[in-house]
């Protein structure tokens, strides 16, 4: 089944401790991006990827960082997440340029405390 | 001013009614268009691109006005099962970004 998976859905932390979200997707998809979601705002990019070694800024990187050594991975990490990171997270994925149909991970639910 | 705004709603329209949400972007290098459908906190899905010439799919039919700079989407024979919170999403050339807007709820009731 073509999907994308993102791990962990829900994660509780505190303040400092770094984590890693992962999204992997087995489409064989180029452009890879990451967002988050609050009330009001919409989705908002943080990081894309073109292809392998390829990452760029979105709107709202800070605070994140990203890598994409392999095609189909595209880890977000938060090296000292801090309270207004707390939000919900999608990764997505499309064929070749970014106007392509995006398919959406499940999301991960992020509290920072 | 938002890229991308939308008229948050929410929409509340008995089952059978036309309803029509329209969404405006202001960059006018603004390339590609869509309409994305998210129920309640899920992960979004593509509901239908937006061409030029305007496009329907079933009961759904959109509208690119690149003039006035909007987009509109509406829904005709409104179902229970169409409740759900509607992204307007416009691509820009240059950076090769996705420029999402913060979504129109609709709620039918029966």
């Known amino acids: 089944e073509a999907q994308v998976t993102q791990n962990p859905r829900y994660l509780i932390t505190v303040t400092g401790k770094k984590l890693t979200v992962t999204c992997s997707q087995n489409?064989?998809?180029?452009?890879m991006s990451w967002y988050r979601q609050d009330p009001g705002l919409g989705l908002r990019q943080i990081y894309y990827?073109?292809?392998?070694?390829?990452?760029d800024k979105g709107d709202v990187p800070e605070g994140y960082k990203v890598s994409r050594k392999e095609k189909r991975n595209f880890p977000l990490i938060l090296e000292s997440p801090s309270p207004n990171q707390t939000s919900l997270y999608f990764c997505?994925?499309?064929?070749?340029?970014?106007?392509?149909?995006?398919?959406f991970g499940p999301g991960t639910r992020l509290t920072v405390l | 001013r938002k890229e991308v705004e939308q008229d948050p709603g929410p929409f509340n329209v008995p089952e059978g009614a036309t309803v029509a949400f329209n969404c405006t972007y202001s960059?006018?290098?603004?390339?590609?268009f869509f309409w994305y459908r998210q129920d309640c906190r899920k992960e979004p899905k593509l509901l239908m691109s937006?061409?030029?010439s305007g496009n329907e799919d079933g009961r759904f039919t959109a509208q690119l006005n690149r003039a006035s700079q909007y987009i509109s989407l509406l829904i005709r024979d409104s179902k229970l099962s169409d409740s759900a919170t509607y992204l307007c999403?416009?691509?820009?050339?240059?950076?090769?970004?996705?420029?999402f807007g913060a979504g129109t709820i609709l709620r039918v009731k029966s």
């Open positions: 997505a994925s499309s064929s070749g340029i970014p106007y392509n149909e995006q398919f």
């Open positions: 489409m064989n998809h180029e452009y």
């Open positions: 990827s073109m292809n392998v070694e390829v990452t």
């Open positions: 960059n006018s290098a603004s390339q590609s």
């Open positions: 937006v061409y030029s």
């Open positions: 999403v416009v691509t820009i050339i240059y950076g090769n970004k996705l420029v």
